[in-house]
């Protein structure tokens, strides 16, 4: 049976976690506890030399990288597909989850950090200066969608690789916002699948 590295609340853990309860995969799950660095022991370092959860293995094939794991998931199995047929799509699921993720993340982890401080030590400034830029940047994504239901048209793997980021931009208070009212329904309309259900 798969097995998965997993601590409960890791972005990087949800956005595989979305894609096993999509396919209806049977998975068993190892707990790993971030506080207690059990992700940094020789046992675990010799499945993820980074240290860093998740970690898959599958049929003694050891993989690690959230995203990799999604791809790998998706080709070894391959119905519900996760990716659109056309390869021109597909190409542009993996730029729009590229954006999401890379581009967007200076401003992100700025305001990640400035909010998870103590309140009496946060700067206001510094987080409305990163709400704003990423408010700018998501204007991309919400062009996007158009009236699309999912970022290339039926749920795919960008979907659920960015499912963690949105939920966390929502969790920060930068979602939803009036300028961006399409990502705020795509919010919704995600939040209501059983996969990502099972996952929040
Ligand atoms: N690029 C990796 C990042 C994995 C990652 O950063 N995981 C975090 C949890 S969300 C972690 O294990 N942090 C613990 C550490 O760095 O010691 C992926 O997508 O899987």
Same mark, same amino acid.
Request: with cysteine; glycine share 4%; charged share 30%.
């Given at each position: $049976?798969?097995?998965?590295? @997993? ?5 990087? *853990?949800? #956005? ?42 599958? @049929?003694?094939? %050891?993989?690690?990288?959230? *995203? ?12 519900? +597909?996760? $990716? ?13 989850? @590229?954006? =999401?993720? &890379?581009?967007? @993340? =200076? ?5 990640? %950090? ?14 409305? &200066? ?9 204007? #991309? ?7 699309? +239901? ?17 939920? #966390? ?20 309309? $995600? ?10």
């Amino acid at each position: $049976m798969i097995k998965l590295y @997993d601590f409960k609340s890791s972005p990087n *853990c949800q #956005r595989v976690k979305v894609v096993l309860a999509e396919k209806n995969l049977p998975y068993e799950i190892v707990p790993i506890d971030l506080r207690k660095q059990e992700q940094k022991t020789p046992e675990y370092l010799k499945l993820n030399p980074d240290g860093k959860v998740p970690v898959l293995v599958d @049929d003694g094939t %050891v993989l690690y990288e959230s *995203c990799i794991i999604n791809e790998y998931l998706n080709e070894k199995y391959p119905n519900p +597909p996760l $990716m659109p047929a056309d390869l021109g799509k597909r190409a542009k699921a993996r730029i729009l989850t @590229d954006y =999401g993720l &890379a581009h967007l @993340d =200076g401003p992100y982890q700025k305001l990640r %950090v400035e909010v998870t401080k103590d309140p009496k030590e946060q700067n206001q400034q510094v987080i409305d &200066a990163a709400k704003s830029d990423l408010r700018k940047l998501l204007r #991309r994504l919400e062009d996007e969608l158009g009236d699309q +239901p999912y970022l290339v048209g039926d749920f795919s793997l960008a979907d659920a690789d960015l499912l963690p980021r949105f939920t #966390r931009l929502e969790g920060f208070g930068v979602l939803p916002d009036p300028s961006l009212p399409r990502l705020g329904k795509y919010l919704q309309r $995600m939040k209501e699948r059983p996969s990502v259900k099972a996952v929040l």
